[in-house]
């Protein structure tokens, strides 16, 4: 065999033995790149620092404490003059004037009366049929029958029954003994035995809603002299009260106005504040001077007291850093002629010592107005810029392009702020503090070079490097 056949005979011989120990192929190649690029990015998250992730949010502080109300209103049960069969009047929930009528009792549950109705009564119960056909909700078919009885009342007023001609509160009509309101009030009915309870007179008993329970006045059947037939609520004027802890109360112990949010209807209104003493523990009260009327049929309330009024953007204290800046008067700022933008003009030197001039464009963190000038013109007001020490080194020299004078770059300010990572990196953003508790703060959103909803910021600042790109 020639020797170069040989030689190729034993490199071909030598390949085949580290091919039959390794099993070299593609497979295992491909397996072994992706092994090791697994290996090397396990040993780099375990190395590095681990950067958490905040959205930034707006809202308060923290939630408003919600609490159980009892409303307390100025309200009469009246009763029935005579028995019989009761047709209702006025609609359930409606305020009625004074001599309106209300119900109407007879001797037999049908009854007939008929009454001229001019055109325009007529246009008006149209309109009120077809307000009502409008707002219809099945769910609700209830309010039909209060529909009925508030219609029924409207053809006697129409009818001239309900005038304030006559001084009595009842009246003879179409068979019918009718009655009338004693006074402008809001009608309900049904009865719960807290008509005549005060704030001085309630006690925590009355607290309980498992014990509490409401009577519907509202029967088909005969009623007898003297049996309860509807309240009245003739006050614009009522209160809630609500239990108070000891935290709760000390909390709110220098109010004397409150906001509240009725959680049945989302509405608001404010009220008289003030704490009392029952049996032994503390109840807020509440006073209103309107609204009764929303909630008339109601006993307990869920409500919301609107104490957290500070809003802003919501973000975590442990992405607050303080971080040290240069500052520069703004006197010495001036604008690059190219491309428009905001820097400094710093002095130096070349290599033969003649002196040279450079525009340097930092990063300005902050403007903030220059205490020391005591001036309410605003043209003439003078700030402070806080710039990144990275554009300058402490000595630096700027002059002024205005009248030639010299800054030496020597004095430090400090910012709080967080680390917006938007981008990808870490970038510090300024922040105001508007209030915080053990968690959380919230910040201005109106912050020059600040935040803004939904930024994206790093929720453990302590971990953070600013030359270091976080994902």
Known sequence: ??????????????????????????????????????????????TSSNIESYLVIAGPLSRNETYTGLAIRTEKVYKAETGGYVSYYAREG??????????????????????????D??????????????GYNPSKFNNTYSFKYNLEGSILQYAGVSGTSSDSGVV???????SKAEQDGIILYSTDGYENKTADTLTAEDFDQNS??????????????????????????????????????AKLADRTVVRVKFLKDDMTQSGDFSIVEIDGAKYGKIDFNKGVIRYASDRFLEIELVTNTVTGLKIPL???????????PSDYATTN??????????????KSGNETRTFVNPSIYASIEDGSQDTEDESKKKYLYYVDQKSFKEGDVIISQKDQSRYVVSDVGVLEGVYCINQGYAVFRRIEILDQNEEYAIVSKNTAYGLARYDHIVRNADKVDEEEILY
């Open 1 to 46: 065999m020639p020797d170069k056949d040989k030689h190729f005979a034993d490199n071909a011989g030598v390949l085949k033995k580290i091919k039959s120990v390794l099993g070299l192929n593609i497979g295992t190649m491909l397996f072994g790149a992706l092994f090791l690029y697994m290996l090397f990015s396990v040993v780099l998250y375990l």
């Open 94 to 119: 409606s305020k009625i004037n004074a001599n309106g009528v209300v119900y109407g009792i007879s001797s037999s549950q049908k009854t007939e009366s008929s009454a001229e109705l001019s055109s």
């Open 121 to 134: 009564d007529l246009s008006a119960i149209r309109s009120q049929m077809l307000s009502f056909s409008k």
């Open 172 to 178: 003879s009509y179409g068979g019918q003994t009718l």
């Open 212 to 249: 509490y329970h409401e009577t519907d006045l509202k029967t088909h059947d005969a009623v007898s002299a003297g049996d309860s037939l509807y309240t009245l609520v003739s006050d614009e004027n009522w209160s809630l009260m609500i239990p108070l802890s000891e935290k709760q109360a």
């Open 318 to 328: 442990s992405s607050i850093v303080t971080k040290e800046f240069y500052l520069i």
């Open 337 to 350: 002629e190219d491309s428009q933008e905001t820097g400094f003009m710093v002095l130096g030197k070349d």
